[in-house]
């Protein structure tokens, strides 16, 4: 087992070390939530792309190598090799892939590929109801963020905002994964401290818009697909939740009018917590000096609410992400910075 896994870097069975500590006790299931089965060496696992596409033979089967180390049997869905102009094939062969991984009783769970755009576009053609009926984790972040959001306002189980298959599944990645995806372990995520001699880095860093502990159900993604999904009917009910964001290549003015888009269609203030993650390369270019700064913006749209609200968890476009179980409840502080899940998010 430890040769397969050798494929991946970094990857070791210190859960600890890696800033998840060992599960606490589980939480029961609130009503109407669903668990899927956890992985188990040998399962099979479907993988496919929802939205770009992947046009290198190589990295595919970088993929299939990473998913095998995981002790894990990769199956390729039917078009997960097509294109169709920027996506991984039309929009219904696309939704076709995740039903039929959904339908496939020798598929335990699916793993998105890659990102980019498209997981929208193909809504309308998920079968829910035979989602619903098998559940499955489903496993990716970047655009996969749509059909978390679409699974948790119609298939009723948990879902993980984690490393996509291509992502580099380093240390932090693979042991946040095997906790809460085959253990069922309730971690709590603390970002890694500093010692004596290393100060903690910048990406390693919170700040607090609004101190203090909250719970309720994880629910979000990346704040793009989020809010570009506002006004449809893929969107869960965010009444209590403890929402996360991260983001990508955003100036600080975008963010800003996103968050005000979801402060005005009511989102925001319903809300129990915020995390905002990790925003990678989120600085505008082009713009005179005085400009705000994102933690400008966030403090302004978080701090009013008078929640508990942080920047700076280890999700979202980063080498070394926290596997975070969509629609499970958990619990934040928001002065320490730390995200404690309070019930498995598989059974």
């Not at 859960?15 to 599960?23: C, D, I, K, L, Q």
């Not at 589980?26 to 669903?34: D, F």
Request: charged share 20%; glycine share 12%.
């Amino acid at each position: 087992m430890m040769d397969r896994r050798g494929l991946l870097a970094g990857i070791s069975g210190a859960v600890v070390a890696a800033g998840v500590p060992s599960a606490s006790a589980a939480a029961p299931a609130p009503a109407g939530l669903i668990r899927p089965p956890r992985l188990r060496e040998g399962d099979v696992v479907g993988l496919v792309e929802p939205a770009g596409f992947t046009d290198d033979a190589f990295d595919l089967d970088l993929v299939k190598d990473t998913v095998r180390a995981m002790g894990l049997k990769p199956k390729a869905a039917p078009h997960l090799v097509e294109r169709y102009g920027y996506l991984a094939g039309k929009d219904a062969d696309r939704a076709a892939d995740v039903n039929a991984m959904y339908a496939d009783p020798e598929v335990k769970a699916v793993f998105a590929v890659r990102g980019g755009w498209g997981c929208a576009r193909m809504l309308p053609y998920l079968d829910f109801k035979t989602i619903r009926a098998n559940p499955k984790l489903l496993t990716g972040f970047s655009d996969i963020t749509a059909l978390h959001l679409a699974f948790a306002a119609r298939a009723g189980f948990t879902t993980i905002h984690g490393p996509n298959a291509a992502s580099g599944w380093g240390k932090l990645s693979w042991d946040s994964f095997r906790a809460v995806a085959f253990d069922g372990a309730t971690p709590t995520y603390v970002n890694p401290v500093g010692t004596e001699d290393r100060l903690v880095p910048r990406s390693g860093r919170i700040r607090t818009f609004g101190g203090g502990k909250a719970s309720g159900r994880l629910l979000g993604g990346n704040l793009t697909v989020l809010t570009a999904l506002m006004g449809t009917p893929w969107l869960p009910d965010f009444t209590g939740a403890i929402l996360f964001v991260e983001e990508t290549n955003e100036a600080e003015y975008r963010i800003d009018r996103m968050l005000t888009q979801l402060s005005l269609a009511g989102i925001l203030p319903k809300l129990a917590g915020f995390v905002f993650g990790q925003c990678t390369s989120c600085t505008a270019t082009g713009v005179s000096y005085g400009g705000f700064t994102l933690s400008e913006v966030l403090q302004q749209h978080l701090a009013p609410l008078g929640i508990p609200a942080f920047q700076g968890a280890l999700f979202g476009h980063i080498a070394n992400q926290f596997s975070l179980p969509v629609g499970a409840r958990a619990e934040i502080d928001a002065d320490a910075g730390t995200i404690r899940l309070l019930e498995p998010a598989v059974s």
